[in-house]
């Protein structure tokens, strides 16, 4: 577990202190809604209205949320659903998914946005964003692309 006393230097990992907010990932049976918010109340409240069964998986503090949020969906790609909707292929991915967000601080942006860049290298979603730009292809139509899930069907 982390050290709870360890202060990160957001300068020199390069981490900007811009566009706060919140990710969050909600499970619906198989499939999972990953999100960004800049009210994690009034989100989370709001999701319960169209999806009254929610479970939360969490709902963690980021800077520069949105660029977060892409990255996760980009690396997600073979998993990807529908709009924001997540089906992992098999056990390691909704590990990937779930437990490992979990494992993100509930209140320290900081710590996270820092730790987010060795889960977002660590696990192979940085080859995907890569990827991507490679192919020159935009977030949503590389993630169209590469969607295991949408072959399956």
Request: glycine share 8%; aromatic share 16%; net charge neutral.
């Amino acid at each position: 577990m982390p050290d709870e006393n360890f202060r990160p230097s957001l300068s020199i990992f390069g981490v900007a202190p811009n566009d706060p907010g919140y990710i969050y990932i909600i499970e619906n049976g198989r499939r999972y809604k990953i999100g960004k918010t800049k009210s994690k109340t009034t989100r989370i409240r709001a999701a319960k209205t169209w999806l009254p069964d929610m479970q939360l998986v969490g709902i963690k503090p980021f800077w520069n949320v949105g660029f977060v949020e892409k990255c996760i969906h980009v690396g997600f790609a073979h998993s990807w659903y529908d709009g924001e909707w997540f089906e992992p292929l098999d056990e390691g991915y909704r590990e990937t998914i779930v437990d490992h967000f979990r494992e993100f601080s509930d209140t320290d942006r900081d710590r996270n946005s820092i730790e987010f860049i060795y889960w977002f290298n660590g696990d192979g979603m940085a080859e995907l964003v890569n990827e991507s730009f490679h192919q020159k292809l935009t977030p949503h139509r590389f993630i169209r692309q590469e969607s295991e899930v949408k072959k399956k069907r």
